[in-house]
């Protein structure tokens, strides 16, 4: 069965800092990788999508994802974190099939000090 | 902004009742999700729609059902709530391929 692993549970950096958060996921076949983001008090919403192509994938608000396939992994990436960060970041994968149904890692909290 | 809406946002109930959560969304979406969610745990599926009178069962077990008469509109209902479905429901929708959108959830109580 697929399943998505997020290694951070809980990350705590101060503004400026860098940010990575790992996600490593276990299906052999082509697959389709999402990060999502909650803020506090809003919806989850989505950071960034990777189907094919260029494997650096840019999202909103400065972040970006790198998809390794030889790692199995989707690591998200940001080079100077904002306090605004301040959220809870799920990784997320589905198959190729493109049922829409996802799988979800158990997120990570980033608190961000000003 | 989501035009995705969920109601009730917070529900305490005694165990036994029957339950209805709603989802409804103004973008004429026809994939529409479930989701649930404990506290620091990843969210699991367990239902999901391709379209009017199209329902499937998620990955995880669930005890409720859904319907799908409308496009808008995917509620869930818990014929006998028990303490075990406690937990956090996220409804999502999408124009196709993976959920785009999310509700702001609905957060069970069952006493």
């Known amino acids: 069965a697929q399943s998505v692993s997020q290694h951070n549970h809980h990350v705590i950096l101060s503004e400026a800092a860098s940010l990575e958060l790992g996600c490593n996921y276990s299906?052999?076949?082509?697959?389709?990788l999402f990060w999502y983001v909650q803020y506090p008090g809003q919806h989850l919403q989505l950071l960034l999508k990777y189907f094919s192509g260029d494997p650096l994938v840019k999202g909103i608000k400065g972040f970006e994802a790198e998809f390794i396939k030889s790692k199995f992994s989707f690591n998200l990436r940001k080079p100077s974190v904002q306090w605004s960060d301040t959220a809870e970041y799920f990784c997320?994968?589905?198959?190729?099939?493109?049922?829409?149904?996802?799988?979800f890692g158990q997120g990570t909290t980033l608190q961000v000090k000003p | 902004e989501a035009d995705i809406y969920q109601t009730p946002r917070y529900l305490v109930i005694g165990t036994g009742k029957k339950i209805t959560l709603e989802c409804s969304q103004t973008m004429g979406h026809d994939k529409m999700y479930w989701y649930q969610q404990d506290p620091g745990m990843e969210l699991h599926l367990i239902h999901y729609?391709?379209?009017?009178?199209?329902?499937e069962k998620g990955d995880l077990s669930s005890e409720s059902t859904v319907s799908r008469i409308r496009t808008e509109h995917f509620p869930l209902t818990l014929e006998s709530a028990r303490p075990s479905h406690t937990s956090q429901y996220l409804c999502?929708?999408?124009?196709?391929?993976?959920?785009?959108?999310f509700g702001p959830g609905t957060r069970l109580t069952v006493l």
């Open positions: 999502a929708s999408s124009p196709g391929g993976a959920a785009r959108f």
């Open positions: 299906y052999g076949g082509t697959v389709n």
């Open positions: 997320a994968v589905n198959d190729a099939s493109n049922t829409g149904k996802l799988i």
């Open positions: 729609s391709y379209g009017v009178n199209s329902t």
